[in-house]
């Protein structure tokens, strides 16, 4: 079946660091690819997507490329803030289902 | 409209008891999910409905698990005799989709966490 596998956290950075958050996901057809977000206290919101191979989702100085030759779909942010601390997750879904997701990356930012 | 709306936020039950969550989808969305989300992992789907009919169940709602959207807005999760491994937080989302097949943003809640003593 479907799934996504996401790199274990925490990952702990400085301000201003660069991050990468790698996703690799198994798929039987063509799925979107999504990031979510859960700040503390919050509830999960949309990161950024993309829809078809080689599509480049990208919001809020994050950006990831949709690979379909490696299955992959990592998160990168070129500097990272206190404010980016959160638990990310990386999430696919085929047309006519569910959101599949991975288990969730924890990002501490320090400054 | 303020978002997907979930009540109560937090629930503590002893372990046998029934409980029940409600969810309040954003008003023109006619997709509703549940998921599960427990420590340390990801939401993992529960059911999804279409307007009022529930079109998908995962293997996880076990037959103490039940969920209802009788007018095709809210929706309610019924858990009977309840677990300790039932504690968890309990998801809402809704999409609006045109189609069985369109491929829309979920927006999720602020989920309701029980806690089965």
């Known amino acids: 079946g479907n799934s996504v596998t996401q790199m274990e956290g925490p990952v702990t950075l400085s301000e201003e660091a660069f991050l990468t958050i790698n996703c690799t996901y198994t798929?039987?057809?063509?799925?979107?690819l999504f990031w979510y977000v859960q700040y503390p206290g919050e509830g999960l919101q949309l990161l950024l997507k993309?829809?078809?191979?080689?599509d480049k989702g990208s919001n809020k100085g994050f950006e990831a490329t949709y690979r379909k030759e490696t299955t992959s779909f990592h998160l990168e942010k070129g500097s990272v803030q206190v404010s980016d601390s959160a638990v990310y997750f990386c999430?696919?879904?085929?047309?006519?289902?569910?959101?599949?997701f991975g288990k969730g990356t924890t990002l501490s930012v320090s400054s | 409209d303020t978002g997907v709306s979930q009540d109560p936020r937090h629930k503590i039950t002893k372990r046998g008891q029934n409980v029940t969550f409600r969810c309040d989808p954003i008003?023109?969305?006619?997709?509703l999910y549940w998921y599960r989300q427990t420590l340390g992992q990801g939401p993992e789907f529960l059911t999804y409905?279409?307007?009022?009919?529930?079109?998908?169940k995962s293997r996880l709602l076990s037959d103490r698990f039940s969920a209802e959207r009788p007018k095709g807005s809210f929706s309610t999760l019924e858990i009977q005799r309840t677990e300790q491994g039932d504690s968890a937080m309990y998801l809402c989302?809704?999409?609006?989709?045109?189609?069985?097949?369109?491929?829309?943003?979920?927006?999720f809640g602020q989920g309701t966490r029980l806690t089965v003593v």
């Open positions: 989302a809704s999409s609006l989709g045109s189609t069985p097949l369109a491929n829309t943003e979920a927006f």
């Open positions: 798929a039987t057809g063509y799925p979107s």
């Open positions: 993309a829809t078809k191979a080689d």
């Open positions: 999430a696919l879904r085929e047309a006519g289902t569910a959101l599949i």
């Open positions: 008003s023109e969305h006619n997709r």
């Open positions: 409905f279409q307007n009022e009919a529930q079109l998908e």
